[in-house]
């Protein structure tokens, strides 16, 4: 992909109303762009890393055998009636009338409408469990929205809803949610931890938050460092000064942002709004639901809040807008263009993701700014591609690699 | 993936509020549930069919350097006071307010969002062309929502917006979407005619609608049927009696659903919003803008609408849901149930997608939901595997196949 062609608007002050390290770098990247409070548009780069966690999250589901959908974002109030929270959920619920005055939610989470779809359909024993998500944009009109993606007004979530027979059944998926999140955001790159927590909102019983670990975030979680940690397979929630469950710990304080939540729901849905199935005995039962829940372009801004530096983002190989960062010094020189383009198509044919800084700009500007969108791997183009060499450097790395143009895939293949 | 977990709530009856053959089929097969007049869920079946819809615009766009990104729907009335059509656009636009009673449009279309975001950005000619678009949830009141997803409430599109320095320039590029629609289309499997149109409310000179052609709809179009319209590339409008072109064509009438459309749009919202660039000669100059609309949901339902028979729909192989059905007649029969997951293996890693029906259900349902679906191959597993033989039936002929089951794959490849 041509940078000429990929609308990068960079920044070159930090914007004033930015609120941490991750914003700032979001906004003068070119990442997002923000249209209203907590309103944002999320520009080409910032998709791209969007779209790669939801394919990670797919490929995480598709394990346990969950299926997707997508549910409308307006949802008639008279469903919102039946479960009670048209008048429970307060400001924070986005309303509108439509042209015939009646009332919709502007949706900020599904359980009504999901219950509402299998209800009447999954009405026996023989057909559960079964788990249904979306990945879908989501509204809460927040008192104050803060810290670009982390409380937005409109945002990128999955959420997903499962049904059973009995709670065997529900401790069985809750489970394997918690190891699909798990999964999920180890590969997205995050250092997070998973703490019991209220359900909120919600209701339900039992509920897990997973937390990514910074500086900023608005709660304050406590947790013990030790070994089981360091594969972020474990939950616990500690209080301070606590001794760790296997004495050989030290319990930590942090930040945290909240990227997924697992909940075991019960019947407060299926009750209310009369979702039932017939037991093996040919008794009418509710449904027993649970949810779960990740906020995608959430993840996107703990990453980046994670991964940076003085000069810019470090984004992780995994969810990287692009792979490597091809910068043409001369984009005027046609052996320098001709050069990067069959780079370009050897690179795409190894399976990486290229863009090309083919603008005409100075070169400082180029580097900087490519230090600053933060793509793990940046190839020069200049002068020395006629000695046969290419310079390569590693954005979490400080050193610069001469390589022979011969040996460039085995390099990256090495490193990458 | 087994159908035990993927939600098919199939019905019996034809819904009564159902108004064509695609509405009948997709509600009936458990491709969409409607929530409320004109607002529909996209059960897993139509969500794999869009995504892949999706996918082939992506590739066509990508082929003419368009780069996506992601607008918010919410966008907020003083940006559609500054184009005017916060007045202009009627009870058709969705409109709320937030906590603060600030206004906000729910976006049916995004030219003053898009305008706002390359406003001082693309401030010089050195950086134009760029083509920008997204794929997106869309709401517009209609007054009378018909026909399932065609004329709809809440609905996914692409628009893809392009910015010019001169006339020549967009002149370039709206040719260049004319054939990536062209190829979209196509590759969708659909019979349409590309015919030039008003452009309505979006404002602009020259456009184009391509409009799949059915018996329903609610456009007439008249157009030539010569050799040229076979490949799907010529552009005509005529009245009806007129001469075909090159004088060896036959005038025809047809219904037409419209699923893109290609503008012109000039220099109506960069004027209004003083969206302006430097030329060559130093002098500041309004944007030239381009827009280009797909109703990819529209796409699926026209694609159904032209591909169905008695028994359901016939979905072509490019936007299938998945390619194959496989039909476990006994569930309960452990080397069938053990030969199937052994058959779905081998077919995914020869690329195929498939759905297995797992469900306890008499043969009888299996056969008549399976062609109601409408995956393009079924493959029926029962006492006959052990004699090494395997039935085969694509969904578009009636004949059934015996193939052994050493040349299923060869068989499969050679029709598929």
Chains 1, 2 share one sequence.
């Not at 989501?138 to 803060?146: N, S, T, V």
């Not at 059973?164 to 401790?171: M, N, V, Y």
């Not at 359900?199 to 339900?204: A, E, L, Q």
């Not at 050897?346 to 990486?352: M, P, S, V, W």
Request: proline residues 4%.
């Amino acid at each position: 992909m041509k940078q000429s062609k990929f609308f990068i608007p960079t920044l070159k002050d930090s914007p004033k109303e930015a609120e941490c390290q991750s914003h700032i770098y979001m906004l003068r990247a070119g990442y997002i762009k923000q249209i209203a409070a907590g309103i944002y548009t999320y520009l080409p780069l910032a998709l791209r890393s969007i779209k790669k966690i939801e394919q990670i999250i797919r490929a995480e589901l598709a394990k346990i055998e969950a299926a997707e959908l997508l549910m409308p974002s307006l949802q008639p109030s008279e469903l919102w009636q039946e479960s009670g929270r048209w008048q429970k959920y307060g400001d924070t619920l986005m309303r509108m009338k439509d042209r015939h005055d009646r009332d919709f939610a502007i949706g900020p989470t599904h359980e009504e409408v999901i219950t509402y779809i299998v209800r009447d359909v999954l009405n026996s024993y023989k057909k559960l469990p079964v788990t249904l998500y979306q990945i879908q944009t989501k509204f809460r009109d927040e008192l104050r929205p803060r810290f670009g993606l982390m409380r937005g007004r409109e945002f990128i979530m999955k959420d997903a809803y499962s049904f059973h027979a009995d709670t065997d059944s529900l401790d069985e998926t809750y489970q394997e949610f918690n190891q699909a999140y798990n999964n999920i955001f180890t590969r997205c790159g995050l250092k997070f931890r998973a703490v019991k927590a209220d359900s909120g909102n919600i209701g339900g019983s039992e509920s897990c938050e997973f937390m990514a670990l910074t500086d900023i975030g608005e709660d304050t979680i406590v947790y013990a460092n030790n070994s089981d940690f360091a594969a972020n397979l474990e939950v616990y929630n500690l209080p301070i000064g606590a001794k760790s469950p296997d004495g050989n710990g030290t319990i930590m304080h942090a930040k945290g942002i909240e990227v997924g939540h697992i909940f075991k729901l019960g019947t407060v849905y299926s009750e209310a709004m009369k979702a039932q199935f017939t037991d093996e005995t040919g008794v009418r039962q509710d449904l027993i639901m649970g949810c779960y829940g990740i906020g995608v372009s959430r993840v996107l801004m703990a990453v980046i809040e994670q991964n940076h530096d003085e000069f810019g983002i470090m984004m992780p190989k995994t969810i990287a807008p692009f792979d490597i960062h091809i910068i043409v010094i001369d984009p005027k020189a046609d052996n320098q263009v001709k050069f990067a383009s069959e780079l370009e198509n050897t690179l795409i044919k190894a399976q990486y993701e290229v863009l090309i800084d083919d603008r005409i700009e100075r070169p400082g500007v180029k580097f900087s700014e490519a230090d600053l969108i933060g793509l793990p791997i940046r190839i020069t183009i200049g002068k020395n591609i006629e000695k046969g060499v290419i310079e390569v450097k590693f954005r979490n790395e400080l050193v610069k690699h001469e390589v022979e143009i011969a040996k460039l895939i085995n390099f990256i293949k090495e490193y990458y």
